[in-house]
């Protein structure tokens, strides 16, 4: 399960590019459907043949131990199946329009040419081939003939570019089936993000708009124990990093649960007795548990309650299991791993210890948090990395690191791209601002970046810099700016406008 080059059982160690890449990838999975144990994948790089290796394994809840799960199966039920057993959903490409040469002059066997008359040529990095994505409902018997719910519409379930299983789920009781599509085409749907939630009844082959009033984004759509529909949903259309909330259905009505809550959710998931929910989301450059209970009546509601706080990022909702929450952590020093939350005491217990031998045999950065005044007297969280045995009699070369998005979270986060651990380990000290346009600091300081994308937030990447270049230890002679993507576009303005 462990593959590990020599060295690394040195101690003393610092993580390395060639050490990030043994690390094991942890992607929870969920409950077994008797909830006694949790069910997860360790994924670990192929660089030979350019791909990725995966074992399942199983932790049992009772007695802590941790085995191969090998096939999942015979212990979670297949959620593309109908809980009766007797439908499955199925994904598949249907060929609609005429977009290749062949497809236009069939004679023109050897042509390679895609014609297009509006954009809407490509999803990300895969060109629209006339081809969509369509989901399909098939006995799983075989006794009757499958059904095509968006037959001959030119729409795809899942989404694209990135959308998947998370777009479509079964009610309890197996008679509809909720998925989330854009029924835009063309131009249209590059310029929009609403999707909406439709429901497909089985019975009469009918298909309603469930969320056709709201104009942005309606995606995620779960149902709970007691057979509740929520998802998640943001108000302004072309808007796509616009407040992320809870809805859900209370008496008929379209209830938003966190509306009055400011911030903005990543994920969430029902609770065991399908009375509340939890969802995570950022919050003071971390990402933290929350839990609100669903109102009876809907003219009220709930507030949400912050359960965990720490130096830290939950991420991956797995389960509840007898008050306790079994989710996915991770830090800028460590990768993800599983583990479980007490909701009486609070405390939590590592699960998984995929990554341990590891650690244990690297030195650690010091990552602090500072709290840097902004150009217009506001209060900016910023997170400092220090490489391992950091002196601070010595003086150390500095990064500012310039977050994409723009309006994505900075917080614990461990990426296998942008390795706050490998730059530190190589003598650097890392500056990462939670700049105007995060989430985690209000929904104001989240919006204030949009259509001002070189305003305050380049300032506030100037105040981190001359916040900790003040301490003795920076070497004022060798400060750089890193960065991707909105950070890239970053680094170039900030080279122009910095005055030193």
């Known amino acids: 399960m462990v593959f590990l080059f020599c060295s690394v059982?040195?101690?003393?160690?610092?993580?390395?590019?060639?050490?990030?890449?043994?690390?094991?990838?942890?992607?929870?999975?969920?409950?077994?459907?008797?909830?006694?144990?949790?069910?997860y994948k360790v994924s670990y790089p192929d660089m030979e043949n350019n791909?990725?290796?995966?074992?399942?394994?199983?932790?049992?809840?009772?007695?802590?131990?941790?085995?191969?799960?090998?096939?999942?199966?015979?212990?979670?039920?297949?959620?593309?199946?109908?809980?009766?057993?007797?439908?499955?959903?199925?994904?598949?490409?249907?060929?609609?329009?005429?977009?290749?040469?062949?497809d236009r002059y069939p004679a023109l066997g050897k042509s390679d040419v895609k014609i297009y008359d509006a954009l809407h040529h490509r999803h990300w990095d895969s060109w629209e081939d006339g081809s969509y994505s369509h989901l399909f409902i098939e006995t799983t018997d075989g006794s009757a003939e499958t059904i095509d719910i968006l037959k001959d519409e030119p729409y795809d379930v899942p989404t694209k570019?990135?959308?998947?299983?998370?777009?479509?789920?079964?009610?309890?009781?197996?008679?509809?089936?909720?998925?989330?599509?854009?029924?835009?085409?063309?131009?249209?749907?590059?310029?929009?993000?609403?999707?909406?939630?439709?429901?497909?009844?089985?019975?009469?082959?009918?298909?309603?708009?469930?969320?056709?009033?709201?104009?942005?984004?309606?995606?995620?759509?779960?149902?709970?124990?007691?057979?509740?529909?929520?998802?998640?949903?943001?108000?302004?259309?072309?808007?796509?990093?616009?407040?992320?909330?809870?809805?859900?259905?209370?008496?008929?009505?379209?209830?938003?649960?966190?509306?009055?809550?400011?911030?903005?959710?990543?994920?969430?998931?029902?609770?065991?007795?399908?009375?509340?929910?939890?969802?995570?989301?950022?919050?003071?450059?971390?990402?933290?548990?929350?839990?609100?209970?669903?109102?009876?009546?809907?003219?009220?509601?709930?507030?949400?309650?912050?359960?965990?706080?720490?130096?830290?990022?939950?991420?991956?909702?797995v389960g509840e299991v007898d008050k306790k929450v079994i989710v996915g952590r991770m830090d800028m020093n460590h990768a993800k791993e599983i583990f479980s939350i007490d909701m009486d005491s609070g405390e939590m217990v590592q699960l998984s210890h995929v990554n341990d031998e590891i650690y244990a045999n690297i030195k650690m950065s010091k990552v602090d948090l500072r709290k840097v005044t902004t150009s217009d007297g506001k209060t900016m969280v910023t997170w400092v990395i220090y490489p391992p045995d950091?002196?601070?009699?010595?003086?150390?070369?500095?990064?500012?690191?310039?977050?994409?998005?723009?309006?994505?979270?900075?917080?614990q986060f461990y990426s296998f791209r942008w390795n706050f651990q490998v730059m530190a380990a190589k003598g650097y000290i890392i500056v990462a601002p939670n700049r105007r346009g995060m989430p985690g600091h209000g929904v104001a300081w989240n919006e204030q970046i949009s259509k001002d994308w070189g305003g305050l937030n380049m300032q506030d990447y100037l105040s981190a810099i001359d916040h900790v270049s003040m301490?003795?230890?920076?070497?004022?002679?060798?400060?750089?700016?890193?960065?991707?993507?909105?950070?890239?576009?970053?680094?170039f303005y900030l080279a122009g406008i910095h005055e030193g």
């Open 9 to 39: 059982h040195a101690f003393g160690q610092v993580m390395t590019p060639e050490i990030l890449w043994q690390l094991g990838r942890v992607s929870p999975v969920g409950l077994s459907d008797d909830r006694s144990t949790v069910l």
């Open 51 to 102: 791909n990725f290796n995966s074992e399942n394994y199983v932790y049992s809840l009772a007695s802590g131990e941790t085995t191969n799960g090998d096939d999942f199966s015979a212990l979670r039920r297949d959620p593309t199946v109908s809980n009766d057993g007797k439908y499955r959903l199925v994904v598949r490409d249907v060929k609609l329009k005429s977009i290749t040469g062949v």
């Open 161 to 317: 570019p990135f959308g998947g299983s998370e777009d479509y789920t079964w009610n309890p009781d197996g008679t509809e089936v909720v998925y989330v599509c854009k029924k835009l085409f063309g131009t249209d749907y590059i310029n929009s993000t609403n999707t909406d939630l439709y429901a497909y009844d089985l019975s009469t082959g009918i298909t309603k708009n469930l969320t056709e009033d709201n104009p942005g984004y309606d995606t995620h759509p779960v149902f709970s124990s007691t057979g509740q529909l929520a998802w998640l949903s943001m108000a302004r259309d072309g808007y796509e990093s616009d407040k992320n909330d809870i809805k859900t259905i209370i008496d008929g009505e379209t209830v938003n649960l966190t509306k009055d809550w400011d911030g903005s959710v990543s994920e969430f998931m029902f609770g065991q007795d399908g009375e509340s929910v939890y969802f995570t989301a950022a919050t003071g450059g971390t990402v933290q548990l929350f839990v609100l209970d669903i109102p009876r009546k809907a003219d009220k509601s709930n507030r949400p309650k912050m359960i965990t706080d720490g130096q830290w990022d939950i991420s991956g909702l």
């Open 390 to 411: 950091f002196d601070p009699e010595k003086k150390y070369p500095t990064l500012l690191y310039a977050q994409g998005g723009p309006q994505s979270a900075l917080s």
């Open 471 to 491: 301490e003795r230890f920076v070497d004022k002679d060798r400060i750089g700016c890193v960065g991707a993507s909105y950070g890239g576009y970053s680094v």
